[in-house]
């Protein structure tokens, strides 16, 4: 593994580089640091974003004694991933597959030369990573989708991709957390929220989660909506 570096993002900002791909082992150096970071943070240092293989640390340059923060930076960013770290049980979602709620799922089955059925079996089948959130609150960048079916995006986005819609892009999978603009193949759609501020916890996935999709039908997707509102 290369060796990470850390480079300004402005004056109050600086970011530590892993190496430059989507993988499992990079991003729990990510998050490892991340962690360590947060249970016992530098003074003047207000936020710590985990990306992929990045993780940015936000800071009061005149709180924040730029030499110290770059010594914990370098001492942190050498230690290996505490792999024993014990993180949550896999968030199980349910996902009513193709039809209105996956109006792209005939275009990933071409895409893929296989059934309908197929894709959702291959979709719902792993046990996906959160690598990060990011693009809207509670959007969660999972992988990794099987091979078959990863699609890229569509060439022409959405103006409105409806709010729980399951998607892929690639070897990326994910779930609008709201209303917006998007390019990923939607191939279904979840009665669960990614983000709700008037929860406790607002957020249902952070980095590190595993997550499963399970196929549901539309009736019991309609129940799970009643109960979620």
């Known amino acids: 593994m290369s060796e990470p570096r850390i480079v300004p993002a402005g004056d ?16 729990a150096r990510v998050l490892a640091l991340a962690a360590r970071l947060e249970a016992d943070p530098v003074a003047g240092v207000l936020d710590i974003v985990p990306t992929f293989r990045s993780v940015a640390v936000y800071f009061d340059p005149l709180r924040t004694p ?39 799922l005939p275009a990933v089955a071409a895409f893929s030369g296989l059934s309908e059925r197929a894709v959702i079996d291959l979709h719902a089948g792993p046990v996906y990573h959160v690598f990060m959130l990011g693009f809207a609150p509670g959007m969660a960048y999972m992988g990794t989708v099987d091979d078959r079916i990863a699609a890229p995006r569509r060439e ?74």
């Not at 019991?220 to 909506?225: I, K, P, Q, T």
């Open 156 to 229: 022409t986005p959405r103006l409105k991709v409806p709010r729980g819609s399951v998607g892929i892009a690639g070897a990326q999978t994910g779930i609008y957390p709201a209303e917006t603009p998007g390019g990923w193949q939607i191939v279904g759609r979840t009665p669960f929220r990614p983000f709700d501020a008037a929860r406790a916890e607002p957020f249902l996935f952070r980095p590190g989660d595993a997550v499963r999709f399970e196929a549901i039908d539309p009736s019991e997707f309609a129940r799970l909506e009643r109960e979620a509102t």
């Open 12 to 27: 109050s900002a600086l970011v530590v580089e892993f190496e430059e791909k989507i993988d499992r082992a990079v991003n």
């Open 66 to 104: 730029h030499a110290v923060l770059m010594d914990r930076l370098k001492r942190e960013a050498a230690a290996e991933a505490d792999v024993s770290v014990r993180r949550r049980d896999a968030v199980h979602v349910p996902v009513c597959y193709g039809g209105d709620f996956g109006p792209d």
